[in-house]
């Protein structure tokens, strides 16, 4: 099976968040180039200091589903959408909102506090998924780092490849005109990197956030009949020997029951 018919087919599963995330954004900058575009950019861009921040609080969120020209959509979705569906292939489904929040929200911060520390630079407001975007092409990229990929031009690629790329052009782009921008990739891409360390330390930062606001089950008691076919959740460490091997030789590597195992894996991630 083709790289794009695999990715046609993970993308068009109906627990997938990737639509969810592109249709918001979409929608947005729909709203944002009628006559309400100057509203949207001053009550939905994440302002450059603390001080007009209290102002908005909002906009640490509103300013990742916020753009305000077609081609930084387009490239931003595009991204997204290409390594979006990598990071379900292997996490499931339930994480890449959280993540996308995340990575957007730790790069405001550290817009915030550039534009603070640098008083040069005041008077900026930014818009963009950039920096959830940078979330999740990191996360996907230290999950898998030698999952390949086809990048127009450049060919055949590892995805640490693609990662390592945008990370330079970043911290080259900070001495540039939008060195706020570049700051808030820098920050995506951090915790990106630090919430898949941490995954696979055991601490998953996304699920225990989500736990907060689940109202706590009550005991159940129920019969188990030893005789029913079920569907069993791998060993954690079989899980990883296989992410391993995905990480030495790729995915298409994988032998039939390597790839059940995956499925059921992430299944059980889902339930």
Do not use: C
């Not at 640490?60 to 930084?72: A, E, S, V």
């Not at 127009?152 to 390592?164: D, N």
């Amino acid at each position: 099976m083709s790289f794009l018919e695999n990715t046609r087919l993970r993308t068009t599963k109906p627990d997938s968040k990737l639509f969810l995330l592109i249709g918001v954004n979409v929608v947005v900058f729909l709203l944002a180039i009628t006559p309400a575009k100057q509203i949207i950019a001053s009550y939905f861009a994440v302002p450059g200091g603390f001080s007009a921040l209290a102002i908005r609080p909002w906009t640490p969120i509103t300013y990742m589903f916020t753009h305000l020209n077609f081609f930084h959509l387009l490239y931003n979705m595009l991204w997204l959408y290409w390594m979006g569906q990598i990071f379900e292939e292997f996490l499931g489904y339930k994480r890449t909102v959280g993540l996308y929040l995340m990575g957007g929200l730790t790069g405001a911060i550290f817009y915030i506090l550039l534009f603070t520390l640098l008083p040069s630079f005041t008077g900026r407001i930014m818009v963009g998924a950039s920096a959830s975007v940078m979330a999740i092409i990191v996360a996907a990229a230290t999950l898998v780092p030698n999952y390949k990929i086809s990048v127009i031009i450049l060919g055949e690629l590892s995805i640490k490849w693609v990662a390592i790329l945008f990370i330079v052009l970043s911290f080259l782009g900070l001495k540039g005109a939008n060195a706020g921008g570049e700051i808030a990739h820098l920050g995506g891409a951090l915790i990106g990197f630090i919430y898949i360390k941490q995954l696979q330390r055991g601490n998953d930062w996304i699920e225990s956030l989500s736990n907060i606001f689940k109202p706590k089950r009550k005991l159940k008691v129920v019969s188990t009949n030893n005789n029913r076919s079920v569907s069993t959740k791998p060993r954690q460490d079989e899980v990883d020997e296989i992410l391993d091997k995905i990480s030495r030789t790729g995915y298409d590597s994988l032998n039939k029951h390597e790839k059940e195992v995956l499925f059921r894996a992430s299944k059980h991630e889902e339930n």
